[in-house]
């Protein structure tokens, strides 16, 4: 004997013969509108249990804040900077200041090493970014005035950017030198019959 709900279709009934229908009467477009449905229908638990909501995405900022941001941030230096900084700020579920503090020393730091290393060849072994807010530069020699020119400047610019430097430090090989010997090995590798692609890199502890 059928129960109320059964004769009703109950809610369970009905999403039952809705599938059935989309799954094998709707052909591709069911099977499509299928995925829709289940999407739809389990929504992501959040710890409570309940339905988890995405954070509010930043405002979408005009040319004059876009502006008056470049003119405040030193290490900011274009407005794509800034539309790529408010993206990980979305991404990240952070503030648009926090992205600035974490992030936008990067490219900074980055110009500036490669400033030094045009004035000074060869002086830098290497560097890198070890974390959020640390880096580093390793000097094969003594750090000439305008290097240390350059990195007093970052610094001021970015106090919250911890740098460490290394003087008399054995270059075993330039970081010129090992980026001429991968670009070699690479084409060099290419020539080769039989290979399509391939990725050359090389590990700069190694050369420290």
Same mark, same amino acid.
Do not use: C
């Given at each position: 004997?059928?129960?109320?709900?059964?004769?009703?279709?109950?809610?369970?009934?009905?999403?039952?013969?809705?599938?059935?229908?989309?799954?094998?009467?709707?052909?591709?477009?069911?099977?499509?509108?299928?995925?829709?449905?289940?999407?739809?229908?389990?929504?992501?638990?959040?710890?409570?249990?309940?339905?988890?909501? #995405?954070?509010?995405?930043?405002?979408?900022?005009?040319?004059?804040?876009?502006?008056?941001?470049?003119?405040?941030?030193?290490?900011? /230096?274009s407005p794509a900077e800034v539309n790529d900084l408010q993206f990980i700020a979305n991404q990240d579920g952070i503030t648009l200041d926090e992205s600035i503090m974490r992030f936008a020393w990067r490219d900074d730091f980055s110009?500036?090493?490669?400033?030094?290393?045009?004035?000074?060849?060869? #002086?830098?072994?290497?560097?890198?970014?070890?974390?959020?807010?640390?880096?580093?530069?390793?000097? #094969?020699?003594?750090?000439?005035? /305008?290097?240390?020119?350059a990195i007093d400047k970052f610094k001021s610019e970015n106090p919250h950017v911890e740098v460490s430097l290394q003087t008399g430090k054995d270059p075993g090989f330039t970081r010129r030198e090992a980026d001429e010997a991968v670009i070699g090995a690479h084409f060099a590798v290419m020539a080769e019959d039989g290979v399509q692609d391939s990725v050359t890199y090389y590990d700069s502890d190694a050369i420290e």
């Open positions: 004997m059928m129960t109320e709900n059964e004769r009703r279709g109950s809610p369970k009934n009905r999403w039952t013969r809705w599938y059935m229908w989309l799954a094998y009467g709707g052909g591709i477009l069911g099977v499509t509108a299928v995925v829709v449905v289940i999407v739809a229908m389990v929504p992501a638990p959040g710890n409570n249990g309940k339905t988890a909501v #995405s954070h509010q995405k930043l405002a979408i900022l005009t040319p004059d804040e876009v502006a008056a941001l470049i003119r405040q941030h030193a290490s900011i /230096n110009r500036m090493v490669t400033a030094i290393e045009k004035e000074n060849p060869d #002086s830098v072994v290497d560097a890198g970014k070890t974390g959020r807010l640390s880096a580093w530069i390793n000097f #094969s020699g003594s750090i000439s005035g /305008n290097a240390r020119e």
